[in-house]
Nanobody
Framework: QAWFEESGGGLVQPGGSRRLSCTSS????????MAWYRQAPGNERELLAH???????RYADSIKGRFTISKDNAKNTVYLQMDNLNYEDTAAYYC????????????WGQGTLVTVSS
């Protein structure tokens, strides 16, 4: 069983929005700093945003002002609200615990694919 399960991806037009969800049967989000990452074909996995156990969010410059990370501790779910999407946002999106070096992490889920296309 994967540690993390992502959902909510799909096809979206430029300028559109999607909300991604992440849940875990192994990690308690109320006690963990969680993060969203993405990986486009041929690229390294990129840290997008993280949110601390006490709900402090931080964002990478590439998505700051367009994406919002949040969580619901009662549901043990982390969300990524993505607005004003563009072609460069096309990628597989993953959640995991926070690290500024994503290559250090393990236990990745399958991710959810977001395709931005007109």
């Amino acid at each position: 069983q994967a540690w993390f399960e992502e959902s909510g991806g799909g096809l979206v037009q430029p300028g559109g929005s999607r909300r991604l969800s992440c849940t875990s049967s192994r990690v308690t989000f109320s006690r963990t700093t969680m993060a969203w990452y993405r990986q486009a074909p041929g690229n390294e996995r990129e840290l997008l945003a993280h949110i601390t156990d006490d709900d402090l969010p931080r964002y990478a410059d590439s998505i700051k002002g367009r994406f919002t990370i949040s969580k619901d501790n009662a549901k043990n779910t982390v969300y990524l609200q993505m607005d004003n999407l563009n072609y460069e946002d096309t990628a597989a999106y993953y959640c995991n615990s926070y690290s500024d070096i994503p290559g250090y992490l393990s236990n990745w889920g399958q991710g959810t694919l977001v395709t931005v296309s007109s």
